[in-house]
């Protein structure tokens, strides 16, 4: 009877040591997950940029886009150029950190994460979600965003905060690693 109790106590041991061991491996985890995103933007892409008109949420365009991604320890700066017929029509960029908060994720502004998978040796899949503005009016954004260490797409649908309102695509980024 004595050894039953002790195999109790051990079983419970087990279950307490998991319950500390498995999700500090998860945040470490993701974490690593997060930098090799870091380090897979990092260098020069090119490709466009397809977006959906404001003016009429009908019509599409689509410019040449140059990115420039410069990292920093965990986090990298992107340096987008915009370009029409050759031309330069904006310059912009954003900051994506890597961080250990498995709900989270810095790509420019603070995301909720929804969810975050490896598909590949050096390729991830991620979406992102918050809500925002979109066309001045309420939104949820969710961007979902492929890379690897050759492709990176950023796929940006909107859904307005108004009954039987559905996601739609507001833009796409088709870059390839120069």
């Known amino acids: 009877m004595n050894n039953s109790k002790y195999d109790d106590m051990k079983f419970l041991f087990l279950i307490l040591i998991s319950l500390i061991v498995v999700p500090s491996y998860t945040q470490a985890q993701s974490y690593a997950d997060k930098l090799e995103v870091v380090k897979l933007l990092e260098g020069g ?8 008109n404001f003016q009429d949420n ?9 990115i420039d991604g410069k990292r920093k320890g965990n986090e990298v700066t992107l340096k987008y150029t915009y370009f029409n017929n050759g031309e330069i029509v904006r310059e912009g960029s954003d900051k994506v950190v890597a961080d250990d908060n498995t709900e989270k994720f810095n ?4 995301w909720d994460l929804s969810s975050f998978q ?10 992102l979600t918050t809500k925002g503005r979109d066309d001045n009016k309420k939104a949820i954004m969710r961007k979902t965003v492929n890379i690897s260490n050759e492709e990176l797409t950023i ?19 088709s870059l390839k690693k120069k």
């Open 155 to 173: 796929k940006r649908d909107i859904k307005y905060f108004k009954k039987d309102s559905e996601f739609f695509n507001r833009h796409i980024y």
């Open 58 to 66: 009908q019509t599409r365009g689509t410019v040449d886009l140059q």
């Open 107 to 110: 790509f420019n502004d603070t």
């Open 45 to 52: 892409w090119e490709g466009n940029l397809t977006y959906l």
């Open 118 to 127: 490896k598909t590949g040796e050096q390729s991830f899949e991620f979406v």
